[in-house]
T-cell receptor, first 111, second 119 residues
Framework: SQQGEEDPQALSIQEGENATMNCSYK?????LQWYRQNSGRGLVHLIL?????REKHSGRLRVTLDTSKKSSSLLITASRAADTASYFC???????????FGSGTRLLVRP | DTAVSQTPKYLVTQMGNDKSIKCEQN?????MYWYKQDSKKFLKIMFS???????INETVPNRFSPKSPDKAHLNLHINSLELGDSAVYFC??????????????????FGEGSRLTVL
């Protein structure tokens, strides 16, 4: 079963706007990761946040983690057309050798 | 110098056939994975190996048999292919497990995927 549920399933914004994607999970975790997948390509790691961290930044990306609510959000600021992709959260629910992925958010950034 | 490479990229075959997908990583990682992504983009883990040893077998049918001849390679052989096997199969690797302890970054590096179509 999927560990993470992402919201929204699809998001369409104008270039320059911010995009926020949310991820909820069900059981305790050690870390939560976000990945991007361009159409027809493999997944690319964006950022990892550990369970004892609340916020992390990387360039135009900002990730928050609320372990009490079992949720995380990914904010992409000043979006670009090149940010168009699917974004997945992933958690190590049962085992450090088993990364479980959410259902993904499809982001479209209109030029 | 692709980090995680898998072949073939596309595979079209008839039901009942047997096929293999090969994966190699040149990152020096200890752990390798196979994931299946269906038409709705759901990614499901199938197997994970650490130093050639099977760690996770996520209730995958026996028709799927992974083989890791060394820690840089993890191949996937599928017997008696069924229509439901049509999907994109991704190989990935990581340094140690996905996030526990020490200097392990927990990051997975993915191949570009092998799209399997069973007719």
């Amino acid at each position: 079963s999927q560990q993470g549920e992402e919201d929204p399933q699809a998001l369409s914004i104008q270039e320059g706007e911010n995009a926020t994607m949310n991820c909820s999970y069900k059981t305790s975790i050690n870390n939560l990761q976000w990945y991007r997948q361009n159409s027809g390509r493999g997944l690319v790691h964006l950022i990892l946040i550990r369970s004892n961290e609340r916020e992390k930044h990387s360039g135009r990306l900002r990730v928050t983690l609320d372990t009490s609510k079992k949720s995380s959000s990914l904010l992409i600021t000043a979006s670009r057309a090149a940010d168009t992709a699917s974004y997945f959260c992933a958690t190590d629910r049962d085992s450090s050798y088993k990364l479980i992925f959410g259902s993904g958010t499809r982001l479209l950034v209109r030029p | 110098d692709t980090a995680v490479s898998q072949t073939p990229k596309y595979l079209v075959t008839q039901m009942g056939n047997d096929k293999s997908i090969k994966c190699e990583q040149n990152l020096g990682h200890d752990t390798m994975y196979w994931y299946k992504q269906d038409s709705k983009k759901f990614l499901k883990i199938m197997f994970s190996y650490n130093n050639k040893e099977l760690i996770i077998n996520e209730t995958v049918p026996n028709r799927f048999s992974p083989k890791s001849p060394d820690k840089a390679h993890l191949n996937l052989h599928i017997n008696s292919l069924e229509l439901g096997d049509s999907a994109v199969y991704f190989c990935a690797s990581s340094r140690g497990g996905a996030g526990r302890g020490g200097a392990n970054t927990g990051e997975l590096f993915f191949g570009e995927g092998s799209r399997l179509t069973v007719l």
